[in-house]
């Protein structure tokens, strides 16, 4: 992993049995992704003392400048911003399969198994260091199928 960036905790995924790797994303799919953020530092679900719901939302949101550099780190890597909310600590994200990979170290690629093809990727995503911490998780870019009953 290159020395600037820091890996986002949680986010490796293990192939599942049965799983054959067929070759990278196609660079042009574009891909979807939510990145959860840390919530305003000092702040935790189990301190909130009793509070209206907006004096709750405003101490469990995401501090205002950790959102903007979220973003601004979105927009320098090529992403499309898509949705922005403070409140629920989420930025969405749009862009091709090739860019979205470079913005989290990794590489988008095209599975086989058990239950059809899916994209998805390999190790751990990973942010630069100066959103390490800030960065909770990464969701929607693997896109393997979950049981169904």
């Known amino acids: 992993m290159d020395p ?8 490796a995924i293990p192939l599942r049995a049965g799983t054959t790797l067929l070759g ?10 939510t990145i959860l ?15 209206t719901r907006e004096q709750a939302r405003e101490a469990l949101s995401a501090d205002p400048g950790d959102m903007a550099a979220v973003e601004r780190f979105a927009k320098d890597q090529g992403l499309t911003v898509l949705e922005s909310n ?3 600590r ?10 979205m990979g470079r913005a989290f ?4 690629a095209r599975y086989d198994g ?6 998805s990727y390999e190790g751990e995503l990973s942010v630069p260091a100066a959103l390490g911490g800030v960065v ?13 009953r």
């Open 4 to 11: 600037d960036r820091l890996p986002v905790a949680g986010s």
């Open 24 to 33: 990278d994303a196609d660079p042009a799919l574009i891909a979807d992704a």
């Open 37 to 51: 953020v840390r919530r305003r530092p000092g702040s935790a679900p189990g301190q909130v003392p009793s509070m």
């Open 86 to 88: 403070a409140a629920e």
């Open 90 to 99: 989420k930025v969405r994200v749009s862009g091709p399969a090739g860019v």
């Open 105 to 108: 170290g990794t590489r988008l």
């Open 114 to 119: 058990p239950r059809g093809p899916f994209v």
């Open 136 to 148: 909770d998780q990464v969701l929607g870019l693997d896109r393997s199928p979950i049981a169904h």
